[in-house]
């Protein structure tokens, strides 16, 4: 019985130690900003090299995040992205792209359709393999400064990996607006 007043003691002895430590000093909270600022603030490139350091921030989906010989990635389906024009007149859009000679002997032509903000701009037809570019006007009242702007590609078929049953669209150099 001693014994557990004892400990009880002691327990109670470091419960009132510990209750007379200096409570830390008042920290003001965080600086509130709204979400637009935050994203305004991110560096958004109007034209994308997939090499570029800022490619990943702009990269929405289907284009896989590795990175080949420091330039290009392979797209799925429905490749997007998006980007900041600084202006909206006398924009063009331009993408590098590469169909392979590999995934060519597979698919044969493909036909790729771009669309801007869920607009359709274009549809190319792919009817050898090989490097494309492809640089189209956009009208004024398509492009905003006021958000990014997004970028999709769709092309009609995919090819299929024999050895793992992977899937793949295209090569994706770079994408977006020039002037």
Not at 28 to 43: C, I, T
Not at 61 to 83: K, M
Request: aromatic share 6%; hydrophobic share 40%.
């Amino acid at each position: 019985m001693r014994r557990r007043i004892g400990m009880l003691a002691v327990l109670g002895l470091a419960l009132a130690l510990g209750g007379c430590l200096k409570q830390p000093d008042k920290f003001a909270p965080p600086e509130q900003r709204d979400p637009q600022v935050l994203d305004e603030d991110r560096a958004r490139l109007h034209y994308v090299p997939m090499g570029a350091e800022e490619a990943p921030a702009h990269l929405l989906t289907d284009i896989v995040p590795d990175l080949h010989d420091g330039q290009w990635r392979w797209t799925l389906q429905r490749p997007a992205l998006e980007v900041r024009v600084p202006k909206t007149r006398g924009m063009k859009f331009r993408a590098q792209l590469t169909v392979p000679e590999i995934t060519f002997e597979q698919t044969g032509p493909v036909t790729i359709e771009i669309f801007i903000d869920n607009r359709r701009l274009l549809e190319r037809k792919v009817d050898n393999p090989g490097e494309v570019v492809i640089e189209q006007a956009v009208a004024e009242d398509w492009l905003t400064t006021k958000r990014p702007v997004v970028i999709r590609f769709v092309i009609d078929k995919m090819w299929t990996s024999p050895v793992d049953g992977v899937q793949r669209g295209f090569i994706l150099t770079g994408a977006g607006f020039v002037q």
